[in-house]
T-cell receptor, first 112, second 109 residues
């Protein structure tokens, strides 16, 4: 079954802790993305990667980090420097030759 | 810098009435515009893109470069159109993809 898998679905963390959200795709897509979805603010781009071992900051990269060591994987780390980390995080991917973005089901992070 | 503006957060229409969702953008190069939709308990998915110039589920959208707009329209709304709609922008040679704040559409019987 092809698609994008995000894990975990729900995550709780204490203030001051880093947490890593997983995103895996088996669609053979080159480009991968991380968005944050907040009520009333839509989807805001955190990071994106067009190719393995390369990634670019989006509009709200501060307090986040990513890596792209494999084509199919694009994990997002929410660091303790992120001032307001409680949010719903969406991962997506697309082939370079087409415009359609395919989304995962999302991960909801709550900081206690 | 690229920017997408959806001025309406909420839109409520009666079944059978026309519906129009506004989207304005700011981009200095050649834009690619999209509409994505999120139905209740489903993943975000592509509804249509300007480059295809097709109608999906009765929806159409025309890119107006003069007004930098890409409004989404449907002449007769159906209850199953109730969802969250996002306008999105990418450069033709740039893979950064930005979204608007979204419009929640409710179609009432």
């Amino acid at each position: 079954d092809g698609g994008i898998t995000q894990s975990p679905k729900y995550l709780f963390r204490k203030e001051g802790q880093n947490v890593t959200l997983s995103c895996e795709q088996n669609l053979n897509h080159d480009a991968m993305y991380w968005y944050r979805q907040d009520p009333g603010q839509g989807l805001r781009l955190i990071y994106y990667s067009q190719i393995v071992n390369d990634f670019q900051k989006g509009d709200i990269a501060e307090g986040y980090s990513v890596s792209r060591e494999k084509k199919e994987s694009f994990p997002l780390t929410v660091t303790s420097a992120q001032k307001n980390p409680t949010a719903f995080y969406l991962c997506a991917s697309r082939a370079l030759s087409a415009g359609e973005l395919f989304f995962g089901e999302g991960s909801r992070l709550t900081v206690l | 810098a690229q920017r997408v503006t959806q001025p309406e957060k909420l839109l409520s229409v009666f079944k059978g009435a026309p519906v129009e969702l506004k989207c304005n953008y700011s981009y200095s190069g050649s834009p690619e515009l999209f509409w994505y939709v999120q139905y209740s308990r489903q993943r975000l998915q592509l509804l249509l893109r300007h480059i295809s110039r097709e109608s999906i589920k009765g929806f159409t959208a025309d890119l107006n470069k003069g007004e930098t707009s890409f409004h989404l329209k449907k002449p007769f709304a159906q209850e199953e159109d109730s969802a969250m709609y996002y306008c999105a922008l990418s450069g033709r040679y740039d893979y950064k993809l930005s979204f608007g704040a979204g419009t929640t559409v409710t179609v009432r019987a």
